[in-house]
């Protein structure tokens, strides 16, 4: 799970800053909308929608912002006409990187994709070419000092879990979709703080890169997940902890 895992620490460590430039917010705000649209403004009926709320307050959002972004889905209020694209290609040494994007304008956000690809060592395929490679996941990250290990996989387990990893005084709790919900519930009934919790794609195996592609993937993963349309990027790297140290200082 080396991509994923170490490409949330990164965006863990440089959390602050995106929030500052209000990305965070604004991703989240799209989620929910488009979660409401999708399956209505009841968060007890609609499972994505509960969860897109979850990480929007996980986030600190404000409650009205997300009653807002709830009646906009809905069409309770006037909002924009947001459009769900995934797109699938390759970045440097061969990396499978899949996007899901969220955008009111397909042709603007794919032509900047295809440039930012072409332009960091990478280059945009056809759709199938990579989705193959993962697997949908729930994935709850949950800070190492808030609740003793033994207890978190007991509860975790107990409730569908899957497999629990730690990474920098973070554990990693992943799930089947299906039970995604459930862990979760059971982790809020016990009061544990959840520093994240989603529906992610998990690649089934993973490209070790060094050296300049190593970099290049590491500044091509970080432009794409400051992209405004751009809500997950998924790409199957493995790089060194130190070159992932580097990076996020």
């Known amino acids: 799970m080396s991509g994923h895992s170490k490409w949330a620490t990164i965006k863990r460590k440089k959390g602050k800053l995106d929030a500052q430039r209000g990305k965070v917010f604004s991703r989240l705000n799209k989620e929910v909308m488009i979660a409401a649209r999708s399956g209505g403004g009841d968060p007890d ?18 409650q009205d912002n997300i009653k807002r972004a709830i009646q906009k889905g809905t069409g309770e209020l006037p ?12 970045g440097p040494g061969g990396v499978a990187i899949l996007i899901e994007v969220v955008t009111d304008n397909k042709n603007r956000t794919v032509a900047e994709i295809r440039a930012l690809l072409t332009k960091n060592g990478g280059n945009l395929g056809e759709t199938g070419c990579v989705g193959w490679m993962f ?3 729930g ?12 207890t978190l996989m007991e509860i975790a387990l107990d409730a569908g879990a899957e497999d629990i990893g730690n990474s920098e005084g973070v ?3 992943y799930t089947p979709p299906h039970d995604f919900e459930k862990v979760r519930s059971a982790l809020e009934s016990k009061s544990i ?30 432009l794409l997940d400051e992209h405004d349309d751009i ?12 070159l ?4 996020s200082q």
């Open 45 to 62: 009926m609609n499972p994505r929608l509960r969860s897109a709320i979850g990480a929007a307050k996980a986030a600190n959002m404000p």
């Open 79 to 90: 909002g924009a006409s947001y459009e769900e694209v995934s797109y699938e290609g390759y």
């Open 135 to 137: 697997d949908k996941r």
């Open 139 to 150: 994935f709850i990250r949950i800070p190492s000092a808030k609740v003793p290990e033994d």
């Open 171 to 173: 554990f990693e709790v």
């Open 193 to 222: 703080p959840m520093e994240s919790a989603e529906i992610t794609k998990i690649a089934q195996n993973y490209i070790k890169l060094e050296g300049k592609k190593a970099e290049q993937m590491l500044r091509l993963m970080s």
């Open 231 to 242: 809500q997950n990027v998924y790409a199957n790297f493995d790089i060194d902890d130190a």
């Open 244 to 247: 992932i140290e580097q990076f």
